[in-house]
Structure formats: C-alpha cells, structure tokens
C-alpha cells in the first residue's frame, strides 16, 4: 500500500492554524475557556487518516507547542502522543458514532490529555491552576460538532484520504 | 491490520519515554537548549503572523489621529522635555561628584549600563504562569538570565533564548524571586512573585524590621543577575500576624506589567559607551 502525498499541504496548514488559534491573545476572562485547538484537529486527522497522521507527528506538534507556550518540553509532547495513541486504536468505533457521541468521546480523550499535564505539573511542583484548568475539554467537546463538519468538507474537497 | 496496530504500540512507548525523559532533564539541565532554539525558530513565524493584527491596530491608532491631537501630545512631550533635561543637569553634576567620591573610596561602580528596546510580541502562553515573548533575540545578543526593565522598573528576566524571539519570566510569577532592599535604610530581603499582576511579596522580614508603607523598593543586585538600583515596586500593605516571626509585606510593582509594549533589555555589566561619552561631553561642558 503506497502512502498518498495528496494534502499533506492542507492538513499542516490546519495545525499552523490550530496553533495560531493556541497563540492568540484572549481577554482575560476568556483565557481559560479557550479549545485545545491542536489537539482537537490532531483527534480528527488521526481519525481521519490514520494511516499518514501518527504518533510522531503528534508528538512532534506537542513539542512545538511547548516551545510556543514557554512549557517544560515533554509536557505536551507526551500528553499529544497519548491522543494520537488513543485516537488510532479506536478510530474505527469513532467513524461510526454520532457526532454527539464523538463529541462525548472527544472530552473524555481531551480530560486524560489535560489530566496527564496536570501530573507532570504536579510533579514538577508548577501546578498554580485551578479548576477552570479542565474547562477547554467542555469548550473543545462543543466545538467538535462543527469542527469535524468544516474539517470534513475540507478533506473531501482536496480528497485527502 | 494487526501489524500496523503493534507498530503504533511500539512507537507509542518510545515516543512516550521520549517525553519523559524530557520532562525530566529540561528543568535541570541545559543540554536541551539547542533543541529549543530549533523549535522556537520554527514556532516564531507563527507568533509573528498573530501578532500582525495587534500591529496594524497599532499602527491605525498611531497614524489615525487628528492634528490637534498631535499638536496636544507634542505640547506635552516639550514640556516633559524640558522637565527632564532640568532633572538631566542636576544629574550629571551629582554623577559627575559621585564618580569623584567612588574614586577617593577606589571602589568602582558602574551607573550606566547598556541597552536595547524591545517590543512585546502579543502571544498568549501559559495561562497561570507569567511569561511575555519579546522581539529581540539571540541575533540582538540576548541571553538566559537577562534583565529585562521597563521605563518605570523592574519587569523581569529572559528565560529562554530563540534567534529572534525570547520568553521573559515577570517578577510576579510564582517562581520568580528577586533580591531587593529598602531604598530608605539598604535593608535586604528577597521579593517574591504571587502570580498576580499587581502584588509581590517580601519574604523573611522579621517583625521588628524598619520598614514603613510606602518605603521604594529597588533591586540589590546581589544575585549578580539583576543590576542594582533599579526600582522595583513600593511597599503597599505591611500585615504582623501574631505568632508568626515574620510580617506579611506585599509590595506593588512599579513596571506596569500588563500595559507595557516597550521594554529595555540591559547588559548589566557592558558600560554604554555612547551614554558615557555624552555625559562626559556635557560634564566637560559645564566645567568649562
């Protein structure tokens, strides 16, 4: 089975937009409602195609993030790469469901992956968050609905697969 | 179908321990660095897109505006002018007899120290951690551990150095602690960061200390990091706890830390050539 190059373009400029959205100044009280944007797109391609959007790549967007972030590297580097994990093993299921369920789904994936962070924080000794550290897991889970229709459409018309 | 899934088993595992292993050696060490100069090298022309917008909205309110406005502002700034260039004379000749006395002492000291402006990058990090990203970076000659200052104090030190880009970590984050003493009495202590905006801590005062609200705060510069003399805040609130050694002392931060666009990176220990040849231009000019 030959790897197609097909899109390759289309799906990196999704995640530069992902990123951009990650870096883009909020006011104050929006802050911590914010989507995890990247890991969100990271779950749909890795549903989507997940012959060409692996671990590496997951763990590889985690790093970039860290950098953009001012983190530890490793912290989202490992908690992308558990996403990326996650998502491959059950992509199947995940096609099937209705969007609702995926959405279901989505928080639940995006609740270890902010659960993972929050462990390395608390073993660092950083952790100075507070319970709205959990909410874009609810914010993303709203998001997906759409998120995967735009993304859907996007893939379909470039004919990614 | 099976082969790919233990591929990605196995990928996954090396991957994950990959990570972990950075987690554990980037706090310590600093072998990793030049893997973070490569990624924020990748990472800064993305912050460089975000930030155009809050450029051009910049731009639009600096070039938008009416004659009279600007006529208003250049009025002020001329009398601001000529406020600071009185204060500037006095200076100079108190700096002037300064360096005569430090001379009869034979200790050296060093008043002025270099500078460069840089821009703040409008980029959001880390929520509960205070960090900015500024435009100047190792190509300008910044470094780890460099102080950063703003027109009115203290703001913080450079964390992390990208080719163009660098984090610089705020006084007032949780992590960040700074050797300061009392501008009225030299009395040391260390400042704090609580992770709030507008309030440090001074830490390890005993009860009795002389201090009063309102005392300046200015920066030792004992840690050799931060060049001494600079103001770091005021003391706002002074609260004794019975049966606790130590007083609770907060202190307001003079850098507005939230407002400011323009920074001044400082090489605390590189003389400014040209500030010292202008002072000493205008020493010998007044003598004369």
């Keep these: ?161 | 179908m099976f082969q790919r899934t233990s591929s990605t088993n196995i990928r996954f595992v090396v991957f994950a321990l990959v990570s972990v292993f950075l987690i554990a050696v980037d706090p310590h060490q600093s072998h990793l660095k030049f893997l973070r100069t490569l990624l924020t090298t990748l990472v800064y022309p993305i912050q460089y897109v975000v930030n155009i917008p809050i450029e051009i909205t910049e731009w639009g309110s600096t070039t938008l505006v009416t004659h009279s406005t600007l006529l208003k502002e250049n009025e002020r700034l001329k009398q601001e002018r000529l406020l600071l260039s009185r204060k500037l004379q006095r200076y100079i000749v108190l700096e002037t007899e300064n360096r005569r006395l430090r001379k009869l002492l034979e200790s050296s000291f060093k008043i002025n120290d270099k500078v460069l402006v840089a821009e703040l990058i409008g980029v959001e990090l880390q929520t509960f951690r205070k960090q900015v990203v500024i435009n100047k970076g190792l190509r300008e000659g910044a470094y780890e551990g460099q102080p950063i200052v703003g027109s009115t104090g203290i703001m913080g030190q450079i964390i992390h150095v990208g080719p163009f880009s660098s984090t610089v970590l705020l006084i007032t984050d949780s992590d960040h602690a700074l050797p300061v003493q009392i501008n009225r009495n030299g009395l040391r202590a260390i400042a704090v960061g609580t992770g709030n905006n507008n309030k440090l801590l001074l830490e390890h005062l005993p009860n009795t200390a002389d201090i009063l609200v309102g005392d300046l705060i200015i920066t030792s510069g004992l840690a050799r990091r931060f060049p001494s003399g600079y103001p770091v805040g005021k003391i706002k609130k002074i609260a004794y706890i019975p049966g606790e050694a130590f007083a609770k002392v907060t202190i307001e931060p003079s850098a507005q830390l939230s407002q400011l666009r323009e920074v001044l990176m400082v090489w605390p220990n590189e003389k400014a050539d040209e500030i010292n040849k202008y002072l000493d231009d205008l020493t010998t000019k007044f003598r004369q």
Aim: aromatic share 14%; glycine share 4%; net charge positive.
């Design chain 1, 1 to 161: 089975m030959k790897k197609s190059k097909k899109g390759n373009g289309i799906i990196a400029m999704s995640f530069i937009i992902a990123i951009m959205l990650t870096a883009l100044p909020l006011p104050d009280w929006a802050v911590n409602w914010r989507p995890d944007w990247v890991a969100v797109v990271l779950i749909y391609w890795c549903m989507a195609v997940p012959d060409r959007i692996g671990i590496f790549i997951a763990w590889f967007l985690g790093l970039l993030l860290d950098v953009q972030q001012g983190n530890i590297l490793g912290q989202n580097a490992l908690s992308m790469t558990l996403i990326a994990f996650l998502t491959i093993n059950s992509y199947q299921r995940m096609r099937a469901y209705p969007l609702l369920q995926q959405a279901v789904l989505v928080c639940f994936y995006l609740l270890l992956y902010k659960l993972v962070m929050f462990l390395i924080l608390v073993y660092l000794g950083l952790n100075k968050s507070d319970w709205t550290y959990w909410m874009p897991a609810i914010t993303s889970m709203l998001l997906w609905p759409w998120l995967f229709i735009i993304l859907r459409d996007v893939r379909r018309k470039h004919r990614i697969s």
